[in-house]
């Protein structure tokens, strides 16, 4: 079909007529959580769209997908259909592109990642009359698969910086995703949006631990701007991140201060800080589960014992900063 179609399908809003442009979605096989991201230029107020995150499904310990560009409501339920049925992430491909809910995969971009039992895959699709610039990627690294895909896009660099970004990051599947958002994080990725200098309108975020109920991410944050406003909804995104996640490694611009130490570790009951402190100013004390999730939090002008006795047995990141300097590392809480 003639591009002004497609055009105007983007502009049209209604729902099942909506234009997405840059997204990941992802797994972990080692933890089996499955996660995803994207952000677009499109107005969801305008569109009524009230969830940012209406174009993922996440189908907790089996797969997730995105659908793109002219989303389809049917064509998300299939792929769900498809994930449960054990289908490997190219078959739910290849069944969309056979079995397209309007005819016309070629308008359609989706991505996708599966577990099928022990054999982790990950698959996109993007059809050739969706707007350029479009294309995708796939990969793993360190047992984490991903697909991205995106259209109306700046050039190819705004994929290739998404994947860096979730290659490079050390930490949960939450924390590389969200690297992967930061790599997008360039005034027009979406050309859309190149006017008001930034990347996008919406931005969301979401993991499902795989005990999670369908439907009900442990992790589900998100926001969406109208035209007027002019804000990078992925730095919002980041500290909406901020406030229950901590991503590791540290940040480079910190100092590290390698002489503080929680002790002992091993431990449990009350824990000791150790090292050379400024007393004048606050010593804040944060222990993340494995997956990053926030635990316990301590804020002192002292080095006061730390009660854990609330925390499981397991194995836990820890992290003591105290202005811009801080030091992270490995806790193990036993309990006899």
Same mark, same amino acid.
């Given at each position: 079909?003639?591009?002004?179609?497609?055009?105007?399908?983007?502009?049209?809003?209604?729902?099942? /007529?909506?234009?997405?442009?840059? #997204?990941?979605?992802?797994?972990?096989?080692?933890?089996?959580?499955? $996660?995803?991201? @994207?952000?677009?230029?499109?107005?969801?107020?305008?569109?009524?769209?009230?969830?940012?995150?209406f174009l993922t499904r996440l189908i907790p310990d089996t797969g997730a997908v995105n659908i793109q560009s002219y989303f389809v409501q049917a064509n998300q339920d299939n792929a769900v259909?498809?994930?449960?049925? &054990?289908?490997?992430?190219?078959?739910?491909?290849?069944?969309? +592109?056979?079995?397209?809910?309007?005819?016309?995969?070629?308008?359609?971009?989706?991505?996708?990642?599966?577990?099928?039992?022990?054999?982790?895959?990950?698959?996109?699709?993007?059809?050739?009359?969706?707007?350029?610039?479009?294309?995708?990627?796939? $990969?793993?690294?360190?047992?984490?698969?991903?697909?991205? /895909? &995106?259209?109306?896009?700046?050039? /190819?660099?705004?994929?290739?910086?998404?994947?860096?970004?979730?290659?490079?990051?050390? @930490?949960?599947?939450?924390?590389?995703?969200?690297?992967?958002?930061?790599?997008?994080?360039?005034?027009?990725?979406?050309?859309?949006?190149?006017?008001?200098?930034? #990347? #996008?309108?919406?931005?969301?975020?979401? +993991?499902?631990?795989?005990?999670?109920?369908?439907?009900?991410?442990?992790?589900?944050? $998100?926001?969406?701007?109208?035209?007027?406003?002019?804000?990078?909804?992925?730095?919002?995104? /980041?500290?909406?991140?901020?406030? #229950?996640?901590?991503?590791?490694?540290?940040?480079?611009?910190n100092q590290v201060i390698n002489n503080w130490m929680i002790y002992p570790n091993p431990g449990s009951g009350y824990l000791q800080l150790r090292g050379t402190f400024q007393l004048q100013?606050?010593?804040?004390?944060?222990?993340?589960?494995?997956?990053?999730?926030?635990?316990?939090?301590?804020?002192?002008?002292?080095?006061?014992?730390?009660?854990?006795?609330?925390?499981?047995?397991?194995?836990?990141?820890?992290?003591?900063?105290?202005?811009?300097?801080?030091?992270?590392?490995?806790?193990?809480?036993?309990f006899d």
């Open positions: 079909m003639r591009w002004s179609f497609c055009i105007l399908y983007l502009l049209m809003p209604f729902r099942g /007529q909506s234009q997405d442009t840059f #997204s990941i979605v992802a797994l972990d096989s080692t933890s089996r959580a499955v $996660g995803s991201a @994207g952000a677009s230029c499109l107005d969801l107020y305008f569109a009524g769209y009230s969830d940012p995150s259909q498809r994930l449960r049925m &054990g289908d490997h992430a190219m078959d739910v491909i290849n069944w969309l +592109v056979a079995n397209d809910a309007n005819n016309n995969p070629e308008f359609k971009q989706h991505g996708v990642v599966s577990f099928n039992g022990g054999m982790p895959t990950s698959a996109a699709h993007s059809g050739n009359t969706c707007i350029n610039y479009k294309n995708h990627i796939t $990969g793993s690294i360190e047992g984490f698969y991903y697909a991205i /895909q &995106g259209n109306i896009l700046q050039g /190819q660099h705004v994929l290739d910086s998404m994947e860096q970004g979730f290659r490079r990051e050390k @930490g949960s599947l939450a924390c590389r995703l969200m690297a992967a958002m930061q790599g997008a994080k360039i005034p027009g990725a979406d050309t859309r949006c190149l006017s008001q200098g930034i #990347s #996008s309108k919406f931005a969301f975020l979401q +993991v499902a631990q795989a005990s999670d109920p369908y439907g009900f991410p442990s992790l589900n944050i $998100g926001l969406r701007t109208p035209d007027s406003v002019v804000i990078e909804p992925i730095d919002s995104l /980041q500290k909406l991140l901020n406030q #229950s996640l901590s991503c590791y490694p540290l940040n480079i611009e100013d606050p010593i804040d004390v944060t222990i993340f589960s494995v997956s990053g999730q926030r635990i316990f939090q301590s804020a002192n002008l002292d080095l006061t014992p730390l009660n854990i006795n609330q925390i499981p047995s397991g194995t836990y990141w820890y992290r003591i900063k105290q202005g811009t300097r801080e030091k992270r590392g490995c806790l193990v809480v036993v």
